[in-house]
């Protein structure tokens, strides 16, 4: 399993962590994703084999949040 932060703006509150959390939790790859709102981050733990992260960035951005 591989960890990595990303980068999100545009998260503001349960919802948009609600949002961002459930779109990468039903990629297939994912075990795990945490969103810190107050630093603009979302913690995602995965299976690298299984899902890359121009695909979690793709979730992220369908929701209709920015990833730097």
């Known amino acids: 399993m ?3 932060t990303l980068e999100v ?3 503001s509150c349960g ?3 609600m949002s ?6 039903k990629l ?3 075990s795990a994703a945490e969103v810190n709102l107050e ?3 979302v913690d995602v733990t995965f299976d690298e084999s299984k899902v890359n992260v ?13 990833v730097a």
């Open 15 to 17: 919802h948009c962590k």
């Open 54 to 66: 121009d695909a979690m960035k793709e979730a992220i951005e369908e929701q209709g949040y920015d």
């Open 28 to 30: 297939e790859g994912v």
């Open 39 to 41: 630093a603009g981050k």
């Open 9 to 11: 703006q545009g998260m």
């Open 20 to 25: 961002v959390e459930g779109a990468l939790k």
């Open 2 to 4: 591989e960890q990595k």
